[in-house]
Each structure stands twice: as structure tokens, then as C-alpha cells.
């Protein structure tokens, strides 16, 4: 099993649908959790963390299960602007580095 | 404006030549990682320096060598490159150690084009 596993998609949807994307990991031990955002040619940007209890940014509300190890991230009323790939990030206590996962892209369309 | 600044930007190489790509980091952070992207592939971690140190190599060949004289700077020395090693390379920085909730902060990037 990989480490942090991603729908690649692409999800098409039209403007002002709601959507969701779920991201797994494997190690349960895992602390810290992002959802990352690239555009096309671009470096990654954070889109924001994810907290134990959920967490809601505007549109966008993430949402962690560790039970099942999963992180989830809502996206409603989309805008054209949101296509991007959405990169899900975990942090594996004891180590200095944050896993990526492949992405999930997103095309939002008029 | 980003913390995290590369350079150059874009660059242009034979397979004979030498060149380095720079990262610098005005964030106060430990951690510097080198990643690469390929067209249409997910990011793959190349190195990773955490208080100066190399903590990781993710079995890069030897043909791309990477450099941390200090914790603002970053080098990746590239000789002998080969056609297939032209992408995107991140750079970036983190706070380090194992404090949580440290998200990663990353250059524009370096596109490479090996000819």
C-alpha cells in the first residue's frame, strides 16, 4: 500500500457544484496532514492544514478520520479559478519530511 | 512574494555540461528538500537536509549531487545529465526537526531542458 494514496481524476465539474476529494494513508502514526495546491507549471502552494476536529477555510473544509485513515477536502460553489491539482501531504512523526501524494485535478468549467 | 527564492528559472543544458541550480530560504527554517517533476508525474522527493545534514537521498543517481553549506542554501549540482532528467525541480523548506504542523514552503521551481 502506498503511503498517501489519491484519486488522480480529473474531476470535471461545472461552476458552483460542491465536490470532494479523499486522500488515505498508511501509517497510522502519522501527525500532520495538508491538502496542497498546484496550478499548471507551478510550485505547490498550501491550501491549508487539516485539524483533528475538521477545519473550514472559506469554501473549502477538510477533515480528518483516523480511524480509517483518511483526509477528506470539500470544495462548494466552485469557481473556474479553483482548477488545480490538489495535492494531499502527511507527515510522519520522527521524520522531517512530508509525504505527497500524486494529486487529484480538478477541472471546473462555465 | 515567496520565502523561498531558485535560480535560475529556467535553464538549458547539454549533456556534457555542468551547471547548479540555487535555492535560498529567508523563513528561519532547518529543512531544505530537493524534489523533481516530471511532465504529467506526481513530485518525487530527491533530498532531503535537515539542520545541514543529508537525511535522505531517495537513491538519486550520482549524476545529480546536492550541496547545504548552511541552512539558507540549497545547491543541486547537475554533470552529465541525460535527456530523461528534464523537469521541474522544487526546492523547498520547512521548519525541521519533529515539530508537527510543519507545512512546506516552496520555490517558483528551475526548469530544466536537457538537450
Known amino acids: 500500500r502506498k503511503e498517501v494514496e489519491q484519486d488522480p481524476g480529473p474531476f470535471n465539474v461545472p461552476e458552483g457544484a460542491t465536490v470532494a476529494f479523499n486522500c488515505t494513508y498508511s501509517?497510522?502514526?502519522?501527525?500532520?496532514f495538508f491538502w496542497y495546491r498546484q496550478d499548471c507549471r507551478k510550485e505547490p502552494k498550501l491550501l491549508m492544514s487539516v485539524y483533528s476536529s475538521g477545519n473550514e477555510d472559506g469554501r473549502f473544509t477538510a477533515q480528518l478520520n483516523r480511524a480509517s485513515q483518511y483526509i477528506s477536502l470539500l470544495i462548494r460553489d466552485s469557481k473556474l479559478s479553483d482548477s488545480a491539482t490538489y495535492l494531499c501531504?502527511?507527515?510522519?512523526?520522527?521524520?522531517?519530511?512530508?509525504?505527497f501524494g500524486k494529486g487529484t485535478m480538478l477541472l471546473v468549467s462555465p | 512574494e515567496t520565502g523561498v527564492t531558485q535560480t535560475p528559472r529556467h535553464l538549458v543544458m547539454g549533456m556534457t555540461n555542468k551547471k547548479s541550480l540555487k535555492c535560498e530560504q529567508h523563513l528561519g527554517h532547518n529543512a531544505m528538500y530537493w524534489y523533481k517533476q516530471s511532465a504529467k508525474k506526481p513530485l518525487e522527493l530527491m533530498f532531503v537536509y535537515n539542520f545541514k545534514e543529508q537525511t535522505e537521498n531517495n537513491s538519486v543517481p550520482s549524476r545529480f549531487s546536492p550541496e547545504c553549506p548552511n541552512s539558507s542554501h540549497l545547491f543541486l549540482h547537475l554533470h552529465t545529465l541525460q535527456p530523461e532528467d528534464s523537469a521541474l525541480y522544487l526546492c523547498?523548506?520547512?521548519?525541521?526537526?519533529?515539530?508537527?504542523?510543519?507545512?512546506?514552503?516552496f520555490g517558483q521551481g528551475t526548469r530544466l531542458t536537457v538537450v
Open positions: 501531504v502527511v507527515k510522519r512523526p520522527g521524520y522531517s519530511t512530508l509525504t
Open positions: 501509517n497510522s502514526a502519522s501527525q500532520s
Open positions: 523547498a523548506s520547512s521548519q525541521g526537526g519533529d515539530r508537527l504542523n510543519t507545512e512546506a514552503f
